[in-house]
Nanobody, 123 residues
Framework: QVRVVESGGGLVQTGGSLRLSCASS????????MAWFRQAPGKEREFVAA???????YLTDSVQGRFTISRDNAKNTVYLQMNSLKPEDTAVYYC?????????????????WGQGTQVTVSS
């Protein structure tokens, strides 16, 4: 069973930065796409960013230019660098490991999920 664990959340002021990390216990981490989703209070879970096995990335419009997703296959870890944070970025952020090597914005494409890490941006 693959275990995915997020870390790095916290409280930050508007305009600040945070870096989230996600470690996977899977043996073949480099063979799978990874993604970040988020869920704000009272809202549905939404896609944030994904990275493929060759390093290609896809980010939702609202975070482009502010967030960067990257991966370190030697460490079985994916990162989400979040800059210029806004109050509307406040949410629980979830890391997910895909069933395939293809980038997808659909939650159903991801087999393994972490428990989430809280990001709170104060105004």
């Amino acid at each position: 069973q693959v275990r995915v664990v997020e870390s790095g959340g916290g409280l930050v002021q508007t305009g600040g930065s945070l870096r989230l990390s996600c470690a996977s216990s899977g043996r073949f981490f480099s063979a799978y796409a990874m993604a970040w989703f988020r869920q704000a209070p009272g809202k549905e879970r939404e896609f944030v960013a994904a990275i493929g096995t060759s390093g290609g990335t896809y980010l939702t419009d609202s975070v482009q230019g502010r967030f960067t997703i990257s991966r370190d296959n030697a460490k079985n870890t994916v990162y989400l660098q979040m800059n210029s944070l806004k109050p509307e970025d406040t949410a629980v952020y979830y890391c997910a490991q895909s069933r395939t090597n293809e980038i997808s914005a659909y939650a159903a494409s991801y087999a393994y999920w972490g428990q989430g890490t809280q990001v709170t941006v104060s105004s």
